[in-house]
């Protein structure tokens, strides 16, 4: 099983940005789907971006044109880079991993992963 460890959370004001880190234990280029997840308190946890094993990326509408996922394949690094960040976009936020492709309809979903990470808080209030 690969291991994920997120970093790179933290609190900003409403408009402000940052960059989430994933690294993964193994090398995932061409093997893994690659993603990162949301919850919020009382909230489900939800698919926010996500890059499929033949590199094709999908984003929730909520992030979509905000929020931009890369991954350095040589560090074995999945980067998601938060711009425009609202309130709404506070949570704990997940790395998520599964051998791929997934397909973009199940790739923004939490249960086509086995592989989590701990994740990070982000938190934006003014």
């Known amino acids: 099983q690969v291991q994920l460890k997120e970093s790179g959370g933290g609190s900003v004001h409403p408009g402000g940005g940052m960059t989430l880190e994933c690294a993964a234990s193994?090398?995932?280029?061409?093997?893994?789907?690659m993603a990162w997840f949301r919850q919020a308190p009382g909230k489900e946890r939800e698919g926010v971006a996500a890059r499929d094993s033949d590199e094709a990326t999908t984003y929730a509408d909520s992030v979509r044109d905000r929020f931009i996922i890369t991954k350095d394949n040589a560090k074995n690094i999945l980067y998601l880079r938060l711009n425009r960040l609202r309130p709404e976009d506070s949570g704990v936020y997940y790395c998520a991993a599964e051998r791929g492709p997934l397909g973009w309809h199940r790739v923004l979903h939490p249960t086509s992963y086995s592989n989590w990470g701990q994740g990070t808080q982000v938190t934006v209030s003014s």
């Open positions: 193994e090398y995932t280029a061409n093997k893994y789907c």
